[in-house]
């Protein structure tokens, strides 16, 4: 039987609802619970954070890119073993693709999950009452069990905005955390800067922990979790084909996101994954039959990246043995000849696909994507499609041969031929989640 959920949303982006479902998370495990935890939507930073505040792996749940079983037996497995759930939403509420799917509230309604409510109350009084009194009435299947409000100045302003939440509506505030710089996290053009670069994460969660201790109602908190209501067993989800046998995972801060359910789905397959650091200079696995690198910034470590000879011999060996070379945004950008930095410098990269990117004016790229695959190879034979996302500022300023998908973004218009493949390596700067829903061709 699954443990009972609680979902963590605020209005919007910058609220503070990864602070307070940090605290949440490691002041529940202080109490002795076994907290489990997911963040929904195509996020690798905030996960890192969860697992360490609990202890355990993080899930990803998101309702545009994954099938419905894929999200089912991701829900089941971030509460296997656990006594409660935490859940991260992403953005505001209701944002998502532009059909209302992959949203916090889409997760909420499809399991009939409870959610707190974090509002920021930095810059504002009585008006934080009816921008609360919107959300709880903008949807009927997502319901809003309690709120929590975050940034409160004083103990002044924590009773003027008690008291207007308690004149417009009912559902409980179940605590007010008081402005602390010191819960502030660091961000920077992708997100939060990563959990492993913080320089004293420990600290920060325990401070975190012990501010929500001490200002949330935490035994209200845990009545108002409940169980999903919709039967989440299944299948163990398996997103991707094994790329090959024994799979060689780049795994360090510059190739840092990587989605658990794609490797686990890997591993399920009956391929060894086998991990390695470019940024230590670390070669791929000899025996490996397929290389990934996976997203991340290697734009931040270009020139180390640059220098690192067997981290690049290796990649070459591994292209001339027959592996499959496959990279992901981040990883797209070193298979490729040059990488320009954000002050215009040069690094060559391995030189394996006829690409050529570059930082120097950065622009964002940002959106869910419909992809379908041009080219066959150990991703799939056309007309095989996935679902996957694309955040990045980078740009393509050159790039030749053979595209690798056809792309689409949420509203199905298209977005040309994009990525590369050169015979035995591939890649683009797409990051797939998924295959798509109602696959009619499988590999």
Known sequence: ????????????????????????????????????????????????????????????????????????????????????????????????????????????????????????????????????????????????????LNRVGSADHEDLLRRACDDRFSTPILGCLRRDPALELPSRHLGLVGASEHPDLEGFLERAAKRVADSVDLAHLRRLARRPNVATIGPPPRPLPALGQRIAVAQDPAFAFAYPAVLEGWRRLGSEVVPFSPLADEAPDREADAVYLPGGYPELYAARLAQNRAFILGLHHAARRGAFVYGECGGYMVLGEILFDKKGERHGMAGLLPVVTSFAEPRLHLGYRQLALKHPCPLGRPPLRYRGHEFHYAAETERKGAPLFAARDARGRDLGETGCVKGNVAGSFYHLIDRAPHLAVVR
């Not at 954070?49 to 994954?66: E, I, P, Q, V, Y």
């Not at 008006?127 to 009435?137: D, N, R, T, W």
Request: hydrophobic content about 45%; aromatic content about 6%; some cysteine.
């Open 1 to 148: 039987m699954s443990p009972p959920v609680l979902l963590v949303a605020a209005p919007s982006s910058g609220a503070g609802k990864t602070v307070v479902t940090l605290g949440l998370i490691r002041a529940l495990a202080m109490r002795g619970l076994k907290v489990g935890s997911f963040k929904v939507g195509p996020d690798y930073i905030d996960p890192v954070f969860h697992a360490r505040a609990s202890g355990r792996l993080c899930r990803n749940l998101d309702s545009w890119a994954m099938r419905f079983e894929t999200l089912g037996a991701s829900l089941e497995a971030a509460g296997r073993d656990c006594d409660i759930v935490v859940g991260e939403g992403v953005m505001g509420l209701f944002d998502g693709a532009p059909d209302g799917t992959g949203s916090t509230a889409d997760i909420a309604s499809l399991f009939g999950l409870p959610v707190l409510f974090v509002a920021d109350a930095a810059r504002t009084g009585q008006s934080i009452a009816p921008l609360i009194e919107g959300f709880l009435k903008a949807r009927e299947d997502v319901q809003i069990v309690g709120v929590v």
